[in-house]
Structure formats: structure tokens, C-alpha cells
Nanobody
Framework: QVQLVESGGGLVQAGGSLRLSCVAS????????MGWFRQAPGKEREFVAA????????YYADSVRGRFTASRENAKNTVYLRMNSLKPEDTAVYCC?????????????????WGRGTQVTVSS
């Protein structure tokens, strides 16, 4: 079992930045791809970003590409999501997820373990 805990969310003005962290316990993340997903009020959960188990490959939703950066430190069992140039439409609960994924990183069904999420609120 893998337990995931996100942190780093908060209230920020439009144009600001945040860095989310996702710390794992229970098992090493070395063999897991990691995804970030978000869910805004009244909307379905959507893919934001993913990073392969090695950290070599990253994937982004069109809406965040160029503004968000996923990274990982396997030695710390931690993954990050750096979010720059935040917009009000980025307001959501952000969750990290772990899975043995080698393709279709955008699909939630590919991930086995999920954190509870951290709230990000961007004011205009």
C-alpha cells in the first residue's frame, strides 16, 4: 500500500505561483508513475500533469502546459507540481496519484493510489 499526502495549496492572486508537494509512505515510489489531477466545484476531476517513474518523461494538459512543471525526488519519495502564472480557472482541489503506468498517463483508471488533495484558490 502507498499512502499519499499533498501539501502546498493555498490562496494566491492571479499571476502568482505555488508549489505542491506529494509525499508517499508505505512503499518506495521508484517504480511508480505519478499523476496530478484536479477537481473544481461542480466539475469532473481532470488530468493536470504526470511524470514517469524515472522522471525523464512529463505530460501536461493543454490548459497548463508552459505554466506547470512536474518533478520528482525519488530519494525523498516526493513529487512536486510547480504552478506559475496561476489563473482563477486553476482553482480546484489538486490530488496526486501513483500507478504502474507506461502509457495513457491522462487516464485516472491507470492510477492505483490517491491522496486526499490540497485546495488551490486563485483570486482575480
Amino acid at each position: 500500500q502507498v499512502q499519499l499526502v499533498e501539501s502546498g495549496g493555498g490562496l494566491v492572486q492571479a499571476g502568482g505561483s505555488l508549489r505542491l508537494s506529494c509525499v508517499a509512505s508505505g512503499r518506495s515510489l521508484n517504480s511508480y508513475a505519478m499523476g496530478w489531477f484536479r477537481q473544481a466545484p461542480g466539475k469532473e476531476r481532470e488530468f493536470v500533469a504526470a511524470i514517469s517513474w524515472s522522471g525523464v518523461d512529463t505530460y501536461y494538459a493543454d490548459s497548463v502546459r508552459g505554466r506547470f512543471t512536474a518533478s520528482r525526488e525519488n530519494a525523498k519519495n516526493t513529487v512536486y507540481l510547480r504552478m506559475n502564472s496561476l489563473k482563477p480557472e486553476d482553482t480546484a482541489v489538486y490530488c496526486c496519484a501513483a500507478g504502474v503506468v507506461y502509457s495513457d498517463y491522462t487516464r485516472m483508471q491507470k492510477y492505483d493510489y490517491w491522496g486526499r488533495g490540497t485546495q488551490v484558490t486563485v483570486s482575480s
